[in-house]
């Protein structure tokens, strides 16, 4: 039970300088902070108690799924990967072992593990009245290719059968791009900025050139300040503090849970998991924002359901499903749906795949006062050459 207001205090999680910025208001004796050179840790048996879920620590190396895990808290002793409320997540750093306790870092409790157990509590989340879908690439940027088709045509597909079924539920939509043509990745997310009550969700496809088998879904939010992103190697703990941060970052979490859970839920990709990156569009949007990785194109049965119309409508119902309940976490008071809740829930009644699309138009007048007519021009209509743009090719700004 909450103890009473008065003997409440803010403990700031902190990894290093790092603040938390969405402070979560516990019991400061609940907590028993172990310190390893200079760095915060908590015990899995301290986080187990206190949010009173079972955790256990599997061995180094272990592999775990989420429907096979046995505990709410799932942690693999030396590794960053976990299972939390049903998620397969991955931490920002590793578990440790000391004397005989295993320990997780004190910013993984606030970043991580605080905002996957109860979204519902993050402050300000669900607050939407405007979703700005992105499709990735677009125009002389194809993005991944597959011998059905290129990712940007893919995307913007995927975008065009979302945005009808969101604003059915009283959402205003914007698109980043309306067509077959190239928005550079600042002013993607400069639209998003400029929406009231926004959050940003840009669809993308995956590929691999080292395992030609690698299949499934992942979704990324940015990375905590002071942390390194999911794919990050050996890197100095300066070149992570070094990095900027975002005050929506325990909101974007919430979000990446809701629409994992619900895509997940409704259709059996392999799951690669809640991830973290520096992604331009990431870094440099200023509200609530996702990446979805919706499957490789480089896997040759993947790719032929990526190619699916029915499958893609599949995949923007399940997205809007994840969408509507992240905007109905502070109304519920309560974490959303998991995998398992929507996996029972279809086996009694099995969902039809989404087909309906909007109508297809020329970018809005705000679109293209943003992004500028020379963006829609091809690379060869331009008066300088194009460069391909990479997720990360946008400039950090303060």
Not at 26 to 51: M, R
Not at 82 to 87: T, W
Not at 125 to 146: F, I, M, R, W
Not at 214 to 225: L, Q
Request: glycine share 8%; proline share 7%.
């Amino acid at each position: 039970m909450p103890l009473p207001v008065k003997r409440w205090s803010v403990l700031m999680f902190a990894f290093a300088s790092l603040a938390l910025a969405s402070s979560i208001a516990i019991a400061a004796g609940d907590w028993q902070v172990i310190k390893i050179s200079g760095h915060d840790y908590l015990s899995v048996d301290n986080i187990s108690t206190f949010y009173g879920l079972p955790a256990e620590v599997v061995p180094s190396g272990a592999k775990i799924q989420t429907d096979t895990a046995d505990h709410p808290l799932e942690f693999v002793g030396g590794s960053r990967e976990a299972i939390i409320n049903g998620a397969r997540s991955w931490l920002c750093f590793p578990v440790i072992e000391q004397d005989g306790k295993f320990l997780v870092s004190r910013t993984d409790v606030a970043k991580t593990i605080e905002p996957l157990v109860r979204p519902h509590r993050v402050p300000n989340v669900g607050q939407v009245q405007t979703v700005v879908l992105d499709p990735g690439h677009g125009g002389y940027d194809k993005g991944q290719v597959s011998r059905y088709g290129a990712e940007k045509d893919f995307a913007l597909d995927v975008a065009r059968k979302l945005r009808p079924i969101l604003q059915a539920k009283g959402l205003r939509v914007i698109m980043t791009r309306e067509g077959d043509y190239f928005v550079p990745l600042e002013v993607r997310a400069k639209i998003a900025n400029a929406a009231r009550n926004a959050i940003f969700v840009s669809i993308h496809f995956n590929a691999s050139g080292d395992d030609p088998n690698a299949t499934g879904f992942e979704i990324f939010s940015f990375t905590p300040r002071g942390a390194p992103s999911t794919s990050d190697g050996n890197m100095t703990a300066s070149s992570f503090n070094m990095q900027p941060g975002s005050s929506m970052d325990a909101q974007s979490l919430a979000l990446s849970a809701c629409i994992y859970h619900s895509v997940l839920g409704h259709i059996p990709e392999y799951d690669r998991g809640i991830k973290r990156a520096r992604f331009a569009v990431l870094r440099l949007t200023k509200v609530p924002a996702v990446l979805i990785e919706g499957g490789f194109l480089t896997e040759r049965g993947e790719s032929k359901l990526i190619a699916s119309k029915d499958w893609r409508g599949k995949l923007a119902g399940a997205i809007s499903v994840g969408i509507e309940n992240y905007r109905a976490l502070p109304l519920n008071k309560q974490p959303p749906m998991i995998v398992a809740d929507y996996r029972r829930q279809l086996k009694s009644a099995p969902a039809e795949p989404v087909t309906q699309e909007g109508s297809v138009k020329e970018a809005d007048a705000s679109l293209l006062e943003l992004v500028g007519r020379s963006a829609l021009l091809s690379p060869q209509q331009a008066s300088t050459p194009a460069k391909k743009s990479s997720l990360d090719s946008a400039p950090i700004v303060p």
